[in-house]
C-alpha cells in the first residue's frame, strides 16, 4: 500500500510560478513510476508529466518547457515544478505511483491539489 499527499498548490497569475510536492508513505517513492495528472472543470483528467525510477521524464505538449518534474528520493517525494503559469493551467493536479507489487502492477492517487491561475 502507498499513501500519496499532494501539497502546493493555490492561486497564482498568469506567469507566476508554483512547486507541487508529492510525498509517499507506506512503501518508497523510489519504487513508482510517477505521474502528475491534472482535471479542469468539466474536462476528463489528462496527463502531464511522468518521471521514472530512473528520472527519466516525459510532459504532456502543452506543458513542455513550462513544467519540470524531479524526485527526491530520500524525502520520499516528488516534485512537479510549474512555470510561466496560464489560466489553462488551471485545474486539480492528481500525483499517482504505479508499483509492482507482489507480481501485479498497481495504481494509488494522491487526494489533489487545486491550483488556480488567474488575474
Known amino acids: 500500500q502507498v499513501q500519496l499527499v499532494e501539497s502546493g498548490g493555490g492561486l497564482v497569475q498568469p506567469g507566476g510560478s508554483l512547486r507541487l510536492s508529492c510525498t509517499a508513505s507506506g512503501s518508497t517513492v523510489s519504487l513508482c513510476f510517477m505521474g502528475w495528472y491534472r482535471q479542469a472543470p468539466g474536462k476528463q483528467r489528462e496527463l502531464v508529466a511522468t518521471?521514472?525510477?530512473?528520472?527519466?521524464?516525459n510532459y504532456a505538449d502543452s506543458v513542455k518547457g513550462r513544467f519540470t518534474s524531479s524526485r527526491e528520493n530520500a524525502k520520499n517525494t516528488v516534485y512537479l515544478q510549474m512555470n510561466s503559469l496560464k489560466p489553462e493551467d488551471t485545474g486539480v493536479y492528481y500525483c499517482?505511483?504505479?508499483?509492482?507489487?507482489?507480481?501485479?502492477?498497481?495504481?494509488?492517487w494522491g487526494q489533489g491539489t487545486q491550483v488556480t491561475v488567474s488575474s
Open positions: 518521471i521514472t525510477t530512473s528520472r527519466t521524464t
Open positions: 499517482n505511483c504505479g508499483i509492482l507489487e507482489g507480481g501485479r502492477w498497481s495504481d494509488y
